[in-house]
């Protein structure tokens, strides 16, 4: 039997994907498909040991996976989001909207009473 969604079934949310830095990490990320840590410090402007410490979180989850190579001499680090992650984030985003979508039906009911 499934439970009922409820507005107050943000407590369900994600908590990996739910933390406000990670949740910009994982929707840049997806939106570029793969990009290098210096890229992902400078787009969402965070400090070396803040990404550091967030991605951590998402690869020892599974969401991201790490590539780490040496592109002339020095060493770059490149992230992907991984299938585990995109199926994670694309149902934090779906419960999201269902979220909002009963909130929308909750304000309309009150908004417009019965009619008599």
């Given at each position: 039997?499934?439970?009922?969604?409820?507005?107050?079934?943000?407590?369900?949310?994600?908590p990996?994907i739910?933390?406000?830095t990670?949740?910009?990490?994982?929707?840049?990320?997806?939106?570029?498909?793969?990009?290098?840590?210096?890229?992902?410090?400078?787009?969402?402007?965070?400090?070396?040991?803040?990404?550091?410490?967030?991605?951590?979180?998402?690869?020892?989850?599974?969401?991201?996976?790490?590539?780490?190579?040496?592109?002339?001499?020095?060493?770059?680090?490149?992230?992907?989001?991984?299938?585990?992650?995109?199926r994670?984030?694309q149902?934090?985003?779906?419960?999201?909207?269902?979220?909002?979508?009963?909130?929308?039906?909750?304000?309309?009911?009150?908004?417009?009473?019965?009619?008599?």
């Open positions: 039997m499934a439970t009922k969604l409820k507005i107050s079934s943000f407590q369900d949310l994600n990996v739910h933390e406000k990670r949740l910009a990490i994982m929707t840049y990320l997806i939106s570029t498909r793969q990009a290098s840590f210096s890229e992902v410090k400078s787009e969402l402007e965070l400090t070396d040991g803040n990404l550091n410490l967030h991605m951590k979180v998402l690869e020892k989850n599974g969401y991201t996976r790490v590539q780490k190579a040496f592109v002339r001499r020095r060493p770059r680090t490149t992230y992907q989001v991984s299938d585990k992650g995109l994670a984030f149902e934090y985003v779906l419960l999201l909207e269902r979220m909002l979508d009963i909130g929308k039906r909750g304000r309309s009911a009150v908004a417009r009473p019965a009619k008599p």
